[in-house]
């Protein structure tokens, strides 16, 4: 089994920054690859990011490509999501998971409980 609790969700302006964080505890942290998701109201979950096992591979949806970056800390155990030029499409509940191999879908193993983001206009 492995935790995983996000933190590090807010409110910001359009045009600001945040950065998230999930902490991992439980099964070894570094054989795991590790992605970001996010979910909407009314919306089904999406993929925004991941990396694989090793960090040296990230994955990024083309909505935040070039906005936002992955990393991962498998000292502290951690992954982080940094978001920058936040847009208010970009406001929804985001999720951080854990599973064997990096896959771009909502088919991973283990998940958190989530952080809500929210970008004024």
């Known amino acids: 089994q492995v935790q995983l609790v996000e933190s590090g969700g807010g409110l910001v302006p359009a045009g600001g920054s945040l950065r998230l964080s999930c902490a991992a505890s439980?099964?070894?942290?570094?054989?795991?690859?590790m992605g970001w998701f996010r979910q909407a109201p009314g919306m089904e979950r999406e993929f925004v990011a991941a990396?694989?096992?090793?960090?040296?591979?990230?994955y990024y949806a083309d909505s935040v490509k070039g906005r936002f970056t992955i990393s991962r800390d498998d000292a502290k155990n951690t992954v982080y999501l940094h978001m920058n030029s936040l847009k208010p499409e970009d406001t929804a509940v985001y999720y951080c998971?854990?599973?064997?191999?990096?896959?771009?879908?909502?088919?991973?193993?283990?998940w958190g409980q989530g952080t809500q983001v929210t970008v004024s206009s």
């Open positions: 998971a854990a599973n064997q191999v990096v896959v771009l879908t909502t088919r991973y193993d283990y």
């Open positions: 990396i694989n096992f090793s960090g040296d591979s990230t």
């Open positions: 439980g099964r070894t942290f570094r054989h795991f690859a």
